[in-house]
């Protein structure tokens, strides 16, 4: 899959919600560019005294809606087409989430468990220095996503409000909660997708204790979203991350592996269970069960991996898993696919949330925080399904759509430059 290019999988998508829609190139063409990018170089003095220079991306997609939002990636593989791609994938998350922003994405290419915390910190800092000039409570509010948690949020809040000269905490979400952070927020994403997968079981006539699952990646959104889905009566009978697959046929106590990966480095290597086995990973992908969560990273089903699925729907909790080829066989086979930007909108929706707080100052228990998340889960699942039956088109077709209508309607709203 060396050629698979993911801002070009997301302009497909566009351009097919544009046609289905009825609208001109003239209408939407804007939406097919970034507003900015920017790559920075970052030097850091590693503990042994030498110098290593670093890659670092943000990219703003869209201000249309308010304040570009996205996360912050560390992760060897990261480049600015990936970032690109997340970020136009958070414009359209964000318009479906019917929140007040924009969509950006940031990352370093950079693999942080080579790093002491020292050098992740001397990263981070430096990272924030460089993009200082472009982000900002009004401007663009990065966030947590793949390997990037809430103690590097508190970093970037404290070098830009050292920067600043003001304790800025709104400049960044997913922070700690003694950081300006938000009850309830660590567990957004998670919870999120529990609430999307309970909204198709309702539509299905289906309980969620009725439901098998396999969910690749244990990391933020796979073991919250796992741990919520089986105390909610979901039969989880594999668990994989990038070391390994944990499988288990009589169902895995999920309570156990999350306490364990949370204490062994958010990793399962090593754990033991009655019944458990370690299968290959892409053996995970081909179980025969109703569900397949998936939440590592993007490109995971694709021409290579499609066919051995099994699955009756693929919930998809990380950014892009799916390929545009693997949709449409998907689609074919009349397996569902609960996709990204409107199953994982609990992220930023929970991120808005914290920043509603940091704004005014006043924070909500984390009842009130669940309470309004739920809520926009389930407005935001609607609000995709009235299109998808009214056009006739997949979840994910139907969410750009939505997306791309709010998007356009805002921009010329405000008026067009140029
Ligand atoms: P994370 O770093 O906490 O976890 C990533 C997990 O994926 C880890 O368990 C890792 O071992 C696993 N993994 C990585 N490569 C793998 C591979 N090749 N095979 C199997 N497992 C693999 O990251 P996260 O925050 O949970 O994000 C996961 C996905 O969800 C990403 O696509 C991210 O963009 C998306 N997402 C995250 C959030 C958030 O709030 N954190 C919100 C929305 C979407």
């Given at each position: 899959?060396?050629?698979?290019?993911p801002?070009?999988?997301?302009?497909?998508?566009l351009d097919?919600a544009?046609?289905?829609l009825?609208?001109?190139?003239?209408e939407?063409?804007?939406?097919?560019?970034?507003?900015?990018?920017?790559?920075?170089?970052?030097?850091i003095?590693?503990?042994?005294g030498?110098?290593?220079v670093?890659?670092g991306?943000r990219?703003?997609?869209?201000?249309?809606?308010?304040?570009a939002?996205?996360g912050i990636?560390?992760h060897?593989?990261?480049d600015?087409?990936e970032v690109?791609a997340l970020?136009?994938?958070?414009?359209?998350?964000n318009a479906?989430?019917n929140?007040?922003y924009?969509?950006?994405?940031?990352?370093?290419?950079?693999?942080?468990k080579?790093?002491?915390?020292?050098e992740?910190?001397?990263?981070?800092r430096t990272y924030?220095?460089?993009?200082a000039?472009?982000i900002?409570?009004?401007?663009d509010?990065?966030?947590?996503?793949?390997n990037?948690?809430?103690q590097?949020?508190?970093?970037i809040a404290d070098?830009y409000?050292?920067?600043?000269?003001?304790?800025t905490p709104?400049?960044?979400?997913?922070k700690?909660?003694v950081?300006?952070g938000?009850?309830?927020?660590?567990?957004?994403t998670?919870r999120?997708?529990t609430?999307?997968?309970?909204?198709?079981?309702?539509k299905?006539?289906?309980?969620?204790?009725?439901?098998?699952?396999?969910?690749?990646?244990?990391g933020n959104?796979?073991?919250?979203?796992?741990?919520?889905m089986?105390r909610?009566?979901?039969k989880?009978?594999?668990?994989?991350d990038?070391d390994g697959?944990l499988y288990?046929?009589n169902?895995i106590d999920?309570?156990?592996?999350?306490v364990y990966?949370?204490?062994?480095?958010r990793?399962?290597?090593g754990?033991e269970?009655?019944g458990?086995t370690?299968i290959?990973?892409e053996?995970?992908?081909?179980?025969p069960?109703?569900?397949?969560?998936?939440?590592?990273?993007?490109?995971?089903?694709h021409?290579?991996?499609m066919?051995g699925?099994?699955?009756?729907?693929?919930?998809?909790?990380?950014n892009?898993?799916t390929t545009e080829?693997?949709d449409d066989?998907?689609?074919?086979?009349?397996?569902?696919?609960?996709?990204?930007?409107?199953s994982?909108v609990?992220?930023v929706?929970?991120?808005?949330?914290?920043?509603?707080?940091?704004?005014?100052?006043?924070?909500?228990t984390?009842?009130?925080?669940n309470a309004?998340?739920k809520?926009?889960m389930?407005?935001s699942?609607?609000?995709?399904d009235?299109?998808?039956q009214?056009?006739h088109?997949?979840?994910?077709l139907a969410?750009?759509?939505?997306?791309?209508?709010?998007?356009v309607?805002a921009q010329?709203?405000?008026?067009?430059?140029?």
């Amino acid at each position: 899959m060396a050629d698979y290019n993911p801002y070009e999988n997301m302009l497909h998508v566009l351009d097919k919600a544009a046609e289905k829609l009825g609208m001109t190139k003239n209408e939407y063409e804007f939406v097919r560019y970034p507003e900015r990018e920017l790559t920075v170089s970052l030097p850091i003095v590693m503990d042994d005294g030498h110098v290593e220079v670093f890659s670092g991306y943000r990219v703003q997609h869209s201000t249309a809606r308010g304040a570009a939002k996205g996360g912050i990636r560390f992760h060897p593989a990261s480049d600015e087409n990936e970032v690109r791609a997340l970020a136009a994938w958070m414009s359209i998350k964000n318009a479906i989430g019917n929140i007040p922003y924009g969509g950006a994405k940031g990352g370093i290419k950079v693999d942080p468990k080579k790093l002491s915390e020292r050098e992740l910190q001397r990263l981070t800092r430096t990272y924030v220095r460089r993009i200082a000039p472009f982000i900002g409570t009004d401007k663009d509010v990065p966030a947590p996503d793949v390997n990037t948690n809430a103690q590097i949020m508190a970093w970037i809040a404290d070098e830009y409000s050292a920067i600043t000269g003001e304790w800025t905490p709104g400049v960044v979400t997913g922070k700690p909660i003694v950081a300006g952070g938000s009850l309830g927020r660590n567990e957004a994403t998670g919870r999120g997708l529990t609430y999307t997968l309970e909204t198709w079981c309702e539509k299905k006539g289906l309980a969620m204790k009725d439901l098998t699952l396999a969910v690749q990646g244990f990391g933020n959104v796979g073991s919250v979203g796992s741990l919520l889905m089986h105390r909610a009566g979901v039969k989880v009978i594999a668990i994989g991350d990038i070391d390994g697959s944990l499988y288990n046929p009589n169902g895995i106590d999920v309570e156990k592996a999350y306490v364990y990966a949370n204490s062994h480095g958010r990793s399962l290597k090593g754990y033991e269970e009655e019944g458990a086995t370690f299968i290959p990973n892409e053996e995970l992908l081909k179980l025969p069960v109703d569900v397949l969560f998936m939440a590592a990273l993007e490109n995971q089903l694709h021409a290579g991996t499609m066919e051995g699925v099994k699955a009756k729907v693929i919930l998809e909790g990380a950014n892009g898993p799916t390929t545009e080829e693997a949709d449409d066989y998907f689609e074919a086979k009349g397996i569902e696919v609960l996709p990204d930007v409107m199953s994982n909108v609990g992220g930023v929706v929970g991120s808005y949330y914290e920043w509603v707080q940091n704004k005014t100052g006043l924070y909500w228990t984390e009842e009130e925080y669940n309470a309004r998340l739920k809520d926009n889960m389930r407005r935001s699942y609607e609000d995709v399904d009235a299109i998808r039956q009214q056009y006739h088109v997949t979840y994910r077709l139907a969410a750009y759509m939505l997306a791309l209508k709010r998007i356009v309607e805002a921009q010329n709203t405000r008026g067009f430059l140029g």
